[in-house]
């Protein structure tokens, strides 16, 4: 199994980032699966953000919440996440994973989200 | 939410040195803990999981102890290839919270 993230690279404050997680080599309607995105920040390590079954059952950081959608389209064997309202903090390394029992196992090499004007 | 801490935050070894690294949580997490390794540039590989249960593939160096509010990682005899960054994840409850890494060096 294998996942691999695609974003914009870079947006601007106040905008709206959107990224999309590939799955491959397996089928992403697994019962026991769920499908989430963390990122990583030299300053604050990293921090999980969402997770999302294929039923579409979905759980989120409350510290995001507001500002955080996760999606999944089973006929892409796709998933993606939004976050609106991006500001400087939310420049990150953003991956995306599979996790069968709350471990992230695959997790994508990542992608450079910058925000800057 | 639940807090873990990882200590120490970095550290140096030599080659055959056993390593330990310690995470704790600030609330009784049972055995719901995850290890992980990163090297630079690469995404996080899964190296334990359920606190001690190794990761198929991963060498038996690498071991997985602890319960409760306190866990260690344990590499027997540290190689070259362990030079990473190694985090703990805890996942009994959301929200998933991760350590703040250890940095292993030569």
């Known amino acids: 199994l294998h996942v691999e993230e695609s974003g914009p690279g870079r947006v601007k404050p106040s905008e709206t980032v959107s990224l999309t997680c590939t799955v491959s080599g397996g089928s992403i309607v697994k019962d026991t699966y769920y499908w989430g995105w963390i990122r990583q920040t030299p300053g604050k390590g990293l921090e999980w953000i969402a997770i999302?079954?294929?039923?579409?059952?979905?759980f989120y950081n409350p510290s995001l919440k507001s500002r955080v959608s996760i999606s999944i389209d089973t006929s892409k064997n796709q998933f993606s996440l939004t976050l609106n309202s991006v500001t400087v903090a939310d420049t990150a390394v953003y991956s995306c994973?599979?996790?069968?029992?709350?471990?992230?196992?695959?997790w994508g090499q990542g992608t450079l989200v910058t925000v800057s004007s | 939410d639940i807090q873990l801490t990882q200590s120490p935050s970095s550290l140096s070894a030599s080659v055959g040195d056993r390593v330990t690294i310690t995470c704790r949580a600030s609330h009784d997490i049972s055995n719901n803990l995850a290890w992980y390794q990163q090297k630079p540039g690469k995404a996080p590989s899964l190296l334990i999981y359920?606190?001690?249960t190794s990761q198929s593939g991963v060498p038996s160096r690498f071991s997985g102890g602890g319960s409760g509010t306190d866990f260690t990682l344990t590499i027997s005899s540290l190689q070259p290839e362990d030079v990473a960054t190694y985090f703990c994840q805890k996942y009994n409850s959301v929200p998933l919270t991760f350590g703040q890494g250890t940095k292993v060096e030569l």
């Open positions: 994973g599979g996790t069968g029992g709350g471990y992230f196992d695959p």
């Open positions: 359920s606190a001690s």
């Open positions: 999302i079954h294929h039923s579409g059952t979905t």
